[in-house]
């Protein structure tokens, strides 16, 4: 009975060993002939970033409305609001199959190449890795690594696996070793969000870890930090903002980042 829903992975942790997965750690750059071409790396001055969370393809509960993005992009297409790139912070897929991922595949390709976003960037959601499908996950989501990190011109972006409601030791010492060495001012994505809460319980699981991240996060001139997962639209002022993404799938809506390199800032537009 209590299996029904999502198999075992709830009980054994199946594919849920966020240690094992973070040891594939990228640092995106233009040896990747597919980062190179997106030209992330050169971005300087403003520019936006189309931010999208929690599309769970495949869901039995509502139909992914793709139609209204399309709609939204077509709309700004060839202005200075239309975004150069996008992320999507996890739970792509309702349980991780192959024939959602399938789904998943076939809007962020409609995205690029019909609308001209340059690159989709991911983050691992819970959903993804559900009855040990992390595999799937890897081979269809872009940069096929859950912790990576890339440059823009003044500024480094971190991506954090959180799939697993943990960073992990290893992963955490690893970012403090990266933040160590990089005096960018910073911008973190990820899915399970740091400062809200869920009242069933689905929240990151260690409040201790949470703390220190959110700490470290101010000392290492952290600008921005944004998550999905509880599906509402949040924000909080940490010293930094802290947004929360609304569901795609269920809210039909997402967020585009406005980045300023030279004054150092990012702020997020709701939309609708």
Request: hydrophobic content about 30%.
């Amino acid at each position: 009975m209590f299996t029904a829903c999502y198999g075992s992975w709830n009980f054994f942790y199946d594919g849920n060993n966020v240690d094992k997965r973070i040891e594939d750690f990228k640092q995106l750059d233009n040896s990747d002939p597919r980062f190179a071409a997106s030209h992330i790396s050169s971005l300087e001055n403003k520019y936006n970033v189309l931010i999208i969370s929690d599309t769970h393809f495949g869901n039995t509960k509502k139909e992914v409305n793709c139609e209204i993005l399309y709609k939204y992009l077509a709309s700004i297409k060839g202005t200075s609001q239309f975004p150069t790139f996008a992320i999507c912070l996890g739970d792509s897929t309702d349980i991780g199959t192959r024939e959602q991922f399938e789904q998943y595949n076939h809007f962020c390709n409609t995205l690029m190449n019909n609308y001209g976003i340059s690159i989709v960037l991911n983050a691992c959601g819970n959903h993804d890795i559900y009855q040990n499908n992390y595999d799937n996950w890897k081979e269809n989501c872009y940069p096929h690594t859950t912790f990576y990190k890339f440059q823009t011109n003044k500024i480094s972006w971190y991506c954090l696996d959180t799939a697993s409601g943990t960073i992990g030791e290893n992963q955490y010492n690893k970012l403090m070793q990266l933040f160590e060495n990089d005096s960018h001012p910073k911008i973190i994505f990820t899915h399970y969000p740091f400062t809200r809460f869920n009242y069933d319980c689905s929240n990151m699981a260690e409040t201790t870890e949470r703390n220190k991240l959110l700490s470290d996060f101010a000392r290492n001139n952290v600008i921005c930090v944004f998550g999905g997962h509880n599906h509402t639209q949040t924000y909080d002022n940490l010293g930094y903002p802290d947004y929360g993404i609304p569901s795609f799938a269920y809210d039909e809506a997402w967020a585009m980042l406005h980045v300023d390199e030279n004054a150092g800032t990012a702020e997020i537009e709701f939309i609708p």
